[in-house]
């Protein structure tokens, strides 16, 4: 089966401004709040469940090669043992979520906003136990020292609510502009 440009320049695009988001980063403990949610939400709902996760698993493979594409302007495969890392594997199923979520359907602001609250929920679900993970095992952290560091997530909440809320106004706008520009494939 032959993959459309289209899929592929959308892929690429959506890896690209998932990498520009982790150059917008606030350091706030051992995981810095960036606006890669934002791209990861808006690739699940505008591609689709597989070329969302795509786009995500192609900035995450880019990153580990070597590219300074993650938060930081850091990359490379020692990023595994950063806090933040299972943050950054929670992207691809993130985006698979939001796309699954909004696969034929009509993306009404209360649909796009529930799509958004269950892709963000399952990253914090997969990102904060690696990062307990991280912190005990690698770093050595006390149990007072990862109860701060959970605790310490909640500061996310207001960011991830602004990123939310930009995804609900802004992916109804963008669906129209991507197919126009990018027409889906006739070919059977």
């Not at 302007?73 to 699954?100: D, E, R, T, V």
């Not at 770093?139 to 007072?144: I, K, L, T, V, W």
Request: hydrophobic fraction near 55%; aromatic fraction near 10%; glycine fraction near 10%.
């Amino acid at each position: 089966m032959k993959t459309p440009i289209r899929q592929l320049v959308l892929v690429a695009l959506f890896a690209a401004m998932t990498a520009v988001g982790a150059m917008v980063a606030i350091p706030a403990g051992p995981v810095p709040i960036t606006l890669q949610t934002l791209f990861v939400l808006l690739s699940g709902i505008l591609l689709g469940p597989k070329w969302g996760a795509v786009s995500q698993l192609v900035y995450l493979l880019l990153g580990l090669l070597g590219l300074p594409i993650f938060a930081g302007f850091s990359g490379g495969f020692a990023q595994i043992f950063k806090p933040s890392f299972g943050f950054l594997l929670s992207f691809a199923p993130s985006a698979a979520l939001a796309g699954a979520l909004t696969v034929r359907r009509r993306m009404t602001p209360g649909r796009t906003l529930f799509v958004c609250l269950c892709a963000t929920a399952l990253q914090y679900a997969l990102g904060t136990p690696y990062m307990i993970l991280v912190l005990k095992h690698v770093a050595g952290a006390d149990s007072h020292a990862l109860m701060s560091a959970v605790f310490g997530l909640m500061s996310f909440l207001p960011g991830d609510g602004l990123k939310t809320l930009l995804a609900v106004l802004i992916a109804p706008r963008l669906l129209p502009v991507i197919t126009a520009i990018f027409p889906p494939s006739r070919a059977v």
